[in-house]
C-alpha cells in the first residue's frame, strides 16, 4: 500500500468522544498538544500551535550517483583558523596565510588556541570540486559545528546555523566551478547563551567544528528522504515495514524509488510493492509492505538488514541504503517493551570524547567505545546531551546497544517558557530526528537533560509524537521524583536505594545514577582503591532496578573520563568514566560488567554439597530476548573440565546448571565461564563447601628474648632470627629485622581519615611477657588525642597491634587503622583477600589474588600520549596531579586492598619485608613516608602574646581537624618555628591569625 502523507487535525470535540479511557496523562497530554497551559506537580505543560515544525532537509547521503565517481568527498585537510579574523574576512581577497593550520574536526582548544567566548572566530578550506560533479546538486554538509555557524563559498554568504550537534546542510551548486578550486570561509561562534551550554560544562570555550565536513554531489532532482519503520502484528511474527521516501523534484517532474532488501547474508527479501513514484505534486509517499518472518533486532539479537534505494529521474540515478532492523517500542502501563517483550535497560551516559581531540570522536574510537560498553554488559546508550555521531548510532545498530537520544539542550530554566528560543529548540530537535529516526538502536527521543520544564520542551514533545509517534519521549529530569507527565517515560537523576522506586503508570528510569567517584580528588589521589568499593553500589543498584515493578534502569554517569587534555594542562570535570580517554577500561569497567551480567550466581561459597557428586548451580537469567541455553557454558575443577549441554533457562527465569559428578572435594573450585559466541558475558570462581584459607604459619615459637636498657627495649627471636627496637623516650618502634634486613623503621601511628592526628607526643614505654608473647605498651598522644597502643611479639616475629584512642575525635571518620615504616626497598605487594566478586581481569586493581610492583616495568609517560599499558600501571594521574606532577606509585601497588587474609610487602617477589595476617576484616595500603608532623601542638612552635588554641578545652568541637588550629587577633602576638626546608606561612581569614 503506498500512501501520500497527510497531516490529521483532532479537534477538541472529536478528542472528548473518543472511547479511550481517560487518565490524568492522556488529559495532560492532550491540553499541551492542543497549545493549552496546565499546571500538574509544579510541572508548566505547554505547546505552542507551531509544534507542526516543518521537518528539516538533511537528503541521506549516497552510495552512487550516475555518472559520478564519488559523490562524498571528505573535507578534511589544509583547513586553517583564526581566533581574531580581520573585517570582511570571507572575502576571496582574504589572505590566509598568515593563520594557524587546524585539524578538522576536532576542538580548536584542543589545539593550543585560546578560543574566545561570544567572539567570531574564522575557518578557510580550498576544495577542490571534482570535474565530474558538473550538472549535479553540491552541496556541503556539516555534522557539527558548535554554536552559531555563518558560511561563505567564494566570498558569497550561503546560510547560517545555529546548534553544535547536528547535521546540517547547504546547498552551493551556483557558487563553485566543477574541475575548480571552491574557498569554504566560516565565521563560527560559541554563544554563551547556546541552550546546548556545552562549553560552560566543558570548563573551557569548545567552539569549532567538532564533525565531519563532506563535499556531495546528488542529482538535481535528489532523493530527500528515506525513512524505514517496523511494526508486527499480535503475535510478533509478521511485520510492516513502512518505508517513506521524498525528493526535490521541479514542477512536472517525477521519479520512481526501487527498493530491495537483503539479509545479512546478502539474500534478497521479497518486497511488494518495491516501487514508489513520486512527482512534483506528490513528492512524498510510503508504502506499507508485508515482510513475513523477519529476524528481530534487539539489543540481544542485532539482526540488520540492508536496505537499498535506487532514485531515478531525468535518467540520473541516486542509489541511498539504511541499515535497518525490525523492532517495535511500546509503552505499556509502567513497561517499556521491545518486541513485545518488557526489557531492563542497564547501560552508560556518554559524551564524545577523545583524549587529544576534546569533544570530537572519529569513526574508529566511537565503535571501540560501543564495543566496549558492550563487553561490560551494558544495554543502553544515553548520549548525554547532545546527539551522537552517526559512527555511534551506526556501531550501535551492528552491535546490538539500544540507545537513548538526547536533544542539545542542558541546565536550561530561563529559556524554557522564552518564545525568543523556540527555534533553537526545535530546528536542533528536529534535526535530530530527521537524521536518526530509521537506526534501530534508538528507541527513545529525550528532549533535554536537567531543566525546568515549560513551552519549548513540550513543544519537542508534540512534535516527536507528530512526526514519529513509533518511539516514546523521555525528559531526563534535574531531580528525582519517580513519576512525571510531561514525556511517556520519566527519568530521573541519583536515587538512593531507597528511593530507586517506580509507578503503577509509566516506565521509570534513571538517566544518571551511580555517579562514578572523581569531586573527591584528596581521597582519589591517595588511594585509588575507593574506585574498586564503587562496585558495591552499582550491584545493589542494578539488583533494585531488575526487581522494582515499573522501573526500567537507568545509565551511570558516567562512560568516559570528562576531561579535556588542553596544552596548558587538564580541565573538565573529572575522571568519572568507566573507560578513560584512551578507551582503556578503569576499575569500574569490570565492576559494570559484573553487575550488569544477565547471569547471575550468587558469587562466593556453593554450600552442602556431597564431594564426588554433581554439583546444582541456581542461575537467574536477566535477559530480557535471550534464553540461556544461546551461551557457551564451560566449567573447570582443578583439571577437570567440559562444556555444559542441554542448558535451558529462559528470559527473566531462574534455572539450575548442573556440573557433572567428578572428583572434587571441598574446598576446590569450580570455574564457570559464559560466552556469546567469542564474547565473554561472565565468570565465577566458586567455592565448593568452604573457602580455603590462605596458608599461614601457626602462631607461637619459643617466647621472644626481652632486653631492656633505659634507652631501648629490644625484642628478638630465639629460633627465628629477628629483631625489634623500640625507644623508651619517644615511646616509639624504631627498627625492626629479619635476618639482616631492616624492614621497619618507624611506627606504629594511628591513621584517621588517611591522616596521622597530630605529632605523636610519647610519654611511655613497658614491656611485659605473658602468653608466650613480649608486650610492648606505648603510650603518648596524636596531637590531643589520648592513645594507648600494645604491641605483642610473639615467637616467629608476628606483632599484633591494637590501640585505644581515650577521646576519640567526633567527627566522621573514612578510616581508622595503625601505619608502620617500612624499608625504602620495598616494591611489590602480594595479597590474598575476600573481594566482592571470585572472578577478575589479571590486571584488576580488586582481584583477589594479586601481585602489584611499584614501579612499571617498561614504557614512558608523557601528557596527551597514549599509553601502551594497562590503567593498574599509571603513575602519572594528569588530571588530579597536574600535567607536570611527578611520578607516584603505579596504581595497583598504591590502591588499597580491603578484607585481606594475607598482604606481603617485600623488596621483590621473594626478598625481605613484612607480612600482615587478618580474618578478612582488615584493609592494607601502602603511602609514600610523609615529612615529620608539625603542628600547632608542638613544642618546637614559640607563642608570644594570648593565642586561643581551637581544641576540646576551649570549647571547639567543630571545624578543626583534629584540634590542630591555633589563632589571634591580639596586637603582637606571634609564633615562631626555626626549621630546615620549605616554609608555609600564617593564613589570615577574618584579620585573624592562624597556626596549623
Known amino acids: 500500500m503506498i500512501t501520500p502523507p497527510r497531516r490529521t487535525a483532532t479537534s477538541p470535540a472529536a478528542s472528548a468522544s473518543t472511547s479511550k479511557p481517560f487518565s490524568r496523562r492522556s488529559a495532560l497530554k492532550g491540553l499541551a498538544a492542543a497549545g493549552v497551559v496546565a499546571i500538574a506537580s509544579d510541572i508548566l505543560l505547554a505547546a505552542p500551535a507551531a509544534a507542526a515544525t516543518a521537518p528539516p532537509l538533511i537528503p541521506p547521503l549516497p552510495e552512487s550517483v550516475s555518472g559520478v565517481a564519488n559523490p562524498r568527498i571528505p573535507v578534511a585537510t589544509g583547513w586553517r583558523y583564526t581566533t581574531a579574523p580581520l573585517p570582511s574576512f570571507w572575502t576571496t581577497a582574504t589572505d590566509t596565510s598568515s593563520w594557524g593550520e587546524i585539524s578538522v574536526p576536532g576542538e580548536p582548544a584542543l589545539q593550543g588556541h585560546t578560543v574566545p567566548s561570544g567572539t567570531g572566530c574564522a575557518y578557510s578550506v580550498k576544495v577542490a570540486v571534482p570535474a565530474d560533479f558538473a550538472g549535479r546538486k553540491i552541496m556541503l554538509r556539516f555534522d557539527g559545528v558548535y554554536s552559531f555557524t555563518r558560511l561563505w563559498v567564494n566570498g558569497t554568504a550561503v546560510r547560517t546555523h545555529d546548534g553544535g550537534f547536528t547535521t546540517w546542510y547547504a546547498d552551493i551548486t551556483s557558487l563553485v566551478t566543477p574541475g575548480a578550486q571552491a574557498t569554504v570561509t566560516l565565521g563560527v561562534t560559541d554563544r554563551p547563551d547556546s541552550i546546548s551550554g556545552q562549553s560552560e560544562y566543558a570548563k573551557h570555550t569548545i567552539g569549532g567544528i567538532?564533525?565531519?565536513?563532506?563535499?556531495?554531489?546528488?542529482?538535481?532532482?535528489?532523493?530527500?528522504?528515506?525513512?524505514?519503520?517496523?511494526?508486527?502484528?499480535?503475535?510478533?511474527?509478521?511485520?510492516?515495514?513502512?518505508?517513506?521516501?521524498?525528493?526535490?523534484?521541479?514542477?512536472?517532474?517525477?521519479?520512481?524509488?526501487?527498493?530491495?532488501?537483503?539479509?545479512?547474508?546478502?539474500?534478497?527479501?521479497?518486497?511488494?510493492?518495491?516501487?514508489?513514484?513520486?512527482?512534483?505534486?506528490?513528492?512524498?509517499?510510503?508504502?506499507?509492505?508485508?515482510?513475513?518472518?523477519?529476524?528481530?533486532?534487539?539489543?540481544?539479537?542485532?539482526?540488520?538488514?540492508?536496505?537499498?534505494?535506487?532514485?531515478?529521474?531525468?535518467?540520473?540515478?541516486?542509489?541511498?541504503?539504511?541499515?535497518?532492523?525490525?523492532?517495535?517500542?511500546?509503552?505499556?502501563?509502567?513497561?517499556?517493551?521491545?518486541?513485545?517483550?518488557?526489557?531492563?535497560?542497564?547501560?552508560?551516559?556518554?559524551?564524545?570524547?577523545?583524549?587529544?581531540?576534546?569533544?570530537?570522536?572519529?569513526?574508529?574510537?566511537?565503535?571501540?567505545?560501543?564495543?566496549?560498553?558492550?563487553?561490560?554488559?551494558?544495554?543502553?546508550?544515553?548520549?548525554?546531551?547532545?546527539?551522537?555521531?552517526?559512527?555511534?548510532?551506526?556501531?550501535?545498530?551492528?552491535?546490538?546497544?539500544?540507545?537513548?537520544?538526547?536533544?542539545?539542550?542542558?541546565?536550561?530554566?530561563?529559556?524554557?517558557?522564552?518564545?525568543?528560543?523556540?527555534?533553537?529548540?526545535?530546528?536542533?530537535?528536529?534535526?535530530?530526528?530527521?537524521?536518526?529516526?530509521?537506526?534501530p538502536s534508538v528507541i527513545e527521543w529525550s528532549v533535554g537533560n536537567e531543566s525546568g520544564m515549560g513551552r519549548n520542551f513540550a513543544a519537542e514533545n508534540t512534535y516527536a509524537h507528530e512526526v514519529d509517534p513509533s518511539r516514546p519521549t523521555v525528559f531526563e529530569d534535574v531531580q528525582q521524583r519517580n513519576g512525571g507527565d510531561q514525556t511517556d517515560i520519566y527519568a530521573g537523576h541519583y536515587p538512593n536505594l531507597g528511593n530507586a522506586n517506580g509507578n503503577w503508570y509509566q516506565p521509570i528510569q534513571y538517566g544518571e545514577f551511580a555517579h562514578v567517584a572523581c569531586y573527591n580528588t584528596g581521597t582519589l589521589k591517595a588511594d585509588p582503591g575507593v574506585r574498586d568499593f564503587w562496585g558495591h553500589s552499582i550491584d545493589k543498584f542494578a539488583e533494585k532496578f531488575r526487581t522494582t515493578s515499573g522501573v526500567v534502569g537507568g545509565a551511570i554517569w558516567a562512560a568516559i573520563d570528562e576531561v579535556f587534555n588542553l596544552p596548558s594542562g587538564p580541565v573538565g570535570y573529572g575522571e568519572w568514566g568507566v573507560i578513560d580517554l584512551w578507551r582503556r577500561p578503569k576499575p569500574e569497567f569490570w565492576l559494570t560488567k559484573k553487575a550488569f551480567s544477565p547471569v547471575r550466581i550468587a558469587d562466593g561459597v556453593l554450600q552442602g554439597l556431597t564431594p564426588g557428586a554433581a554439583i546444582p548451580v541456581p542461575v537467574q537469567n536477566w535477559y530480557d530476548h535471550t534464553d540461556l541455553g544461546e551461551l557457551t557454558v564451560t566449567w573447570r575443577i582443578g583439571t577437570r573440565s567440559g562444556t555444559l549441554t542441554d542448558v535451558r533457562v529462559p528470559a527473566r527465569q531462574a534455572g539450575t546448571l548442573t556440573v557433572p559428578a567428578g572428583a572434587w572435594a571441598s574446598g576446590d573450585t569450580l570455574q564457570l565461564t559464559f560466552r556469546r559466541g567469542s564474547a565473554l558475558v561472565d565468570d565465577y570462581r566458586l567455592w565448593l563447601n568452604t573457602r580455603k584459607a590462605p596458608p599461614l604459619a601457626a602462631p607461637g615459637g619459643a617466647t621472644p628474648a626481652v632486653q631492656e636498657t633505659p634507652d631501648t627495649i629490644t625484642v628478638s627471636g630465639v629460633d627465628t632470627p629477628f629483631t625489634v627496637v623500640f625507644d623508651k623516650q619517644i615511646a616509639r618502634l624504631t627498627e625492626a629485622t629479619a635476618g639482616d634486613e631492616k624492614v621497619l623503621s618507624g611506627g606504629p601511628d594511628l591513621v584517621l581519615s588517611r591522616a596521622v592526628p597530630g605529632r605523636w607526643t610519647g610519654t611511655s614505654a613497658t614491656v611485659t611477657t605473658t602468653g608466650g608473647q613480649a608486650v610492648v605498651t606505648l603510650t603518648g598522644r596524636f596531637g590531643t588525642l589520648n592513645t594507648t597502643i600494645e604491641v605483642s611479639v610473639d615467637g616467629r616475629g608476628l606483632l599484633t597491634t591494637t590501640y585505644t584512642i581515650a577521646n576519640p575525635p567526633s567527627e566522621a571518620l573514612t578510616d581508622v587503622g595503625i601505619r608502620y615504616t617500612l624499608s625504602s626497598r620495598t616494591d611489590t605487594l602480594t595479597w590474598d583477600r575476600d573481594a566482592q566478586w571470585t572472578a577478575y581481569p589479571d590486571d584488576h586493581i580488586g582481584r583477589p589474588t594479586g601481585t602489584a610492583v611499584r614501579t612499571r616495568a617498561a614504557g614512558a609517560d608523557a601528557y596527551r600520549t597514549r599509553p601502551t599499558w594497562p590503567w593498574a600501571q599509571d603513575t602519572h594521574s594528569y588530571f588530579l596531579s597536574g600535567k607536570d606532577s611527578a611520578a607516584h606509585w603505579t596504581n595497583g601497588f598504591r590502591s588499597a586492598k580491603a578484607n585481606v587474609r594475607l598482604a606481603k610487602a617485600t623488596a621483590g617477589t621473594s626478598g625481605p619485608g613484612v607480612q600482615v595476617e587478618s580474618d578478612g576484616r582488615d584493609s592494607v595500603r601502602l603511602a609514600p613516608t610523609q615529612a615529620p608532623l608539625v603542628d600547632d601542638t608542638s613544642p618546637d612552635i614559640v607563642y608570644t602574646g594570648a593565642w586561643t588554641h581551637a581544641d576540646i578545652s576551649a570549647g571547639y568541637t567543630v571545624g578543626d581537624l583534629f584540634g590542630t588550629e591555633s589563632f589571634t587577633d591580639a596586637a603582637g602576638a606571634a609564633a615562631e618555628l626555626a626549621f630546615t626546608g620549605t616554609g608555609v606561612g600564617p593564613t589570615r581569614p577574618w584579620r585573624r591569625t592562624w597556626a596549623s
Not at 215 to 226: D, E, H, I, K, Q
Not at 319 to 344: C, D, M, W, Y
Not at 387 to 415: K, N, S
Open 210 to 439: 567538532l564533525r565531519d565536513v563532506t563535499l556531495v554531489a546528488l542529482p538535481v532532482s535528489p532523493l530527500t528522504r528515506l525513512h524505514a519503520d517496523t511494526t508486527f502484528d499480535a503475535s510478533y511474527t509478521n511485520a510492516t515495514l513502512t518505508v517513506t521516501v521524498a525528493a526535490a523534484l521541479a514542477a512536472g517532474k517525477s521519479g520512481t524509488v526501487d527498493l530491495r532488501l537483503t539479509d545479512a547474508a546478502g539474500r534478497s527479501v521479497r518486497l511488494t510493492p518495491s516501487r514508489i513514484t513520486l512527482s512534483a505534486t506528490t513528492p512524498q509517499a510510503s508504502a506499507a509492505i508485508l515482510v513475513k518472518a523477519p529476524l528481530k533486532w534487539d539489543a540481544e539479537h542485532p539482526n540488520l538488514y540492508t536496505l537499498r534505494a535506487t532514485f531515478t529521474s531525468d535518467g540520473v540515478t541516486q542509489t541511498v541504503s539504511r541499515a535497518i532492523g525490525f523492532r517495535q517500542v511500546k509503552v505499556e502501563g509502567n513497561q517499556l517493551l521491545v518486541n513485545g517483550k518488557p526489557v531492563h535497560l542497564l547501560g552508560v551516559c556518554h559524551h564524545s570524547m577523545t583524549a587529544t581531540h576534546g569533544r570530537s570522536a572519529d569513526a574508529a574510537m566511537e565503535e571501540q567505545a560501543v564495543r566496549l560498553y558492550k563487553e561490560a554488559n551494558c544495554n543502553l546508550i544515553r548520549t548525554s546531551h547532545y546527539p551522537p555521531t552517526t559512527a555511534l548510532l551506526e556501531a550501535a545498530d551492528r552491535i546490538g546497544m539500544y540507545v537513548e537520544e538526547e536533544a542539545p539542550v542542558c541546565f536550561q530554566y530561563h529559556t524554557v517558557d522564552d518564545p525568543a528560543y523556540t527555534d533553537q529548540y526545535m530546528t536542533q530537535f528536529a534535526e535530530m530526528i530527521e537524521r536518526d529516526r530509521s537506526h
